[in-house]
């Protein structure tokens, strides 16, 4: 007896169980229902009181893009080394950090060797230089001298031929002969005369060309030396800032033979570019002059526009590690690319980048995604038909903004509600 009856507690408290459980869940579906006629209700004074707008689709640009990785850094950057050949470091000009402009003084070699070199040469040449100035002025003279000397022997013999015409025939023999013999004397000594000035104006020309030509020895002697000089300046060849300066090199440092050793880099000026690695897929879609958007986690809200610049059509491979010996490890091809930026303002070398590349741009017939009612494939808008709200389905395509686009449903003509509120009365009659 007592087993019957505590069974029939049991199924009693069971039954109790469930009837509450009916009676919550009926509770629950009569507040949705209410709730759903209240939200009904309010849409209906909402659709009564709020004026209909009709607008026509429009023509939107929709983009597609593809979002890579890269890392900030400078357009470029040159090293300079020592070069053994030219001896010990003299002085450095520059310190790390520092702005320098091109052609600015970074660091010279020791040269004292070379100067006094330049120097001797330069003595060298300022006495050869003297002396064709003052053979110069010896073949001047001797020339003034020639002149002179045939001109007074031009005289003599005029003045011999006049007196043997106008001689009285009654001179006697002996006198006509004696005064041929000194007139031919003084003639031959003349002659003599203008001769040795020959030979010596002859020899000063001589001298001058080979005074000319030490000159013209000296000069590129000279020249040579400064230019040798002037090479143990280091400049820059570009303008930018000073890094990786070599703390081990300072005054009377010199490299090891066939030691290839840097003592500083000139980090560019020029705008900052981005660099990368595309995996294959992402290079059949990324070319150059694709814009692009920029962003870094370092930089919270902001963005930076730009461009792809580069991408290389050769490959570098990596290879992945396989724990299993007997397996082939497989290489992986990546492209390198380069992007360049309208601007660079809050961005540094080192900054991890996330690039947003527009690989495709269309222009498409869009609505705002507020006339769009529906979900997933079952979406649809109101149009004005024949002067009546009538509910058409469309397919849409990207979102851009608060526009969608539509692929299919509708045509540019077209006019559809703007905002529609959730109820709307299919058939409501308009008034254009």
Sequence with gaps: METAKRIGVENEQVRTSRRKKWILLGILVLLFISVMLSIAVIEVKKSKSKPLVLINPTEKNFTKTKTVSGRVVQSHAETIYLNVTKGSVQEIFVKEGETVTKGQKLFSYEGSTVAAELGQAEVNKKLAETSVTQMKEQITSLEQDIREAESTSTTDTTNTTDTTNTTNTTDTTNTTNTTDAVDTANIATKAITIQSLQAELNKAKAELRAAELKVEKYTLQAEKLKSELETLTVISNTAGVISNLNQNVGQGFRAKENQQLAIMQIASNDPFQIEGKLTEAEKAKITSGQSITVTSKVVANKKWKGKISE??????????????????????????????????????????????????????????????????????????????????????????????????????????????????????SLFD
């Design 311 to 428: 991408v290389s059509d050769y490959p570098t491979y990596k290879t992945t590690a396989n724990k299993d010996k007997d397996t082939q490890q497989e290489t992986i091809p990546s492209y390198s690319f380069k992007a360049s930026l309208d601007s660079q303002k809050g961005l540094y070398p080192g900054y991890n980048t996330m690039l947003d590349v527009v690989v495709q741009s269309k222009q498409l017939l869009a609505v705002p995604e507020t006339s769009i009612m529906g979900f997933g494939k079952s979406t649809y808008v109101y149009v004005q038909k024949k002067g009546k709200i009538q509910k058409q389905k469309v397919e849409t395509g990207q979102k851009g903004g608060k526009w969608v686009a539509i692929l299919k449903g509708l045509k540019e003509e077209d006019k559809l509600e703007e905002n529609p509120s959730w109820i709307v009365r299919l058939g409501t």
